[in-house]
């Protein structure tokens, strides 16, 4: 077991006052056997405002946010702990039935994984099809996790992870032609893939733990972070971080799930001005352990 705290702060500037709408804030994680919520705080300026929660359509704790008067800095920081046991998903009991590719989910999920397992987007010249049926093994069985590993690290090895300022995320063939992009581009291409290969998928937003800033290889730090989960009979929902190549949820704190990466914003709202009134935002995220 490892406690994590973490401290997210996001300042946004204006060269004048203006009026804020709704914000939606998604920063408290999804309490769970491999982790559990020990304290949450949020801090808000200007200090004039008024905090909703609720739940979403996928269970997740959201915190909408109004405000009463007009600001030239909108900031919200965030202080999170919790105890954190590391799992790899795939040493747990997979079904014997699913061990090998294909396979079929029971018909008592099926309906409620059928959304998970639609394509979301465009593959006109199915280059994201070819690309994901390269990892089946032809003429010989499939192991369904050695499939979904070598998915998982191609998008680690082959891609070249790199931060843009555009919002957003790349659709999966945009990914695929590049052969780079974001965390949440990385995420949604593993999602796509998947579901081109039958299975049921679904984002992931939440927090990394890079050990050692400097000498780390883990990516994604330093902001929030994206991978996806795939649903395996007898495991459930299982991590799998494309951006890191990790297989189950080491380092790794689960905040929100969702069928696209748009149902899951960290931060999402508006202000009533024009365009030249935004200056500047700024992002800081700390992960450290006890």
């Not at 046991?85 to 294909?102: E, G, I, R, S």
């Not at 499939?142 to 919002?167: D, K, N, P």
Request: glycine fraction near 6%; charged fraction near 25%.
């Amino acid at each position: 077991m490892t406690i994590f705290s973490v401290r997210h702060i996001t300042s946004y500037r204006y060269v004048r006052d203006v009026d804020f709408g709704e914000h939606r804030l998604m920063f408290r994680p999804r309490d769970s056997f491999d982790q559990r919520l020990i304290e949450a705080s949020l801090t808000i300026y200007p200090e004039e405002s008024h905090v909703r929660w609720i739940h979403d359509v996928f269970g997740n704790c959201v915190a909408l946010v109004d405000f009463s008067r007009p600001a030239s800095e909108l900031r919200f920081e965030t202080w999170i702990t919790l105890d954190h046991t590391p799992q790899v998903a795939l040493d747990l009991k997979v079904d014997d039935a699913a061990l090998t590719y294909p396979f079929s989910y029971d018909k008592d999920e099926i309906a409620d994984l059928t959304p998970a397992m639609q394509r979301h987007y465009p593959d006109p010249n199915d280059e994201v099809g070819r690309w994901a049926r390269q990892f089946v093994r032809q003429g010989r069985p499939t192991e369904t996790g050695h499939l979904l590993m070598t998915l998982c690290y191609a998008i680690r090895e082959s891609f070249v992870y790199a931060r843009r300022q555009e919002h957003g995320t790349q659709t999966p063939v945009q990914t695929l032609q590049l052969r780079s992009g974001t965390c949440r581009d990385f995420a949604l291409l593993m999602m796509e893939a998947a579901r081109i290969l039958g299975l049921a998928a679904r984002f992931v937003t939440g927090y990394v733990y890079v050990p050692d800033r400097d000498g780390s290889t883990v990516l994604g730090g330093g902001s929030t972070h994206a991978w996806c989960q795939i649903y395996l009979p007898g495991a459930g929902w299982t991590e799998f971080d494309p951006t890191n190549g990790i297989v189950g949820n080491r380092d790794l704190i689960r905040v929100a799930v969702a069928r696209d990466p748009r149902q899951a914003v960290p931060l999402s709202g508006s202000y009533d001005g024009d365009g030249k009134d935004f200056d500047s935002m700024t992002v800081q995220v700390n992960v450290t352990t006890r």
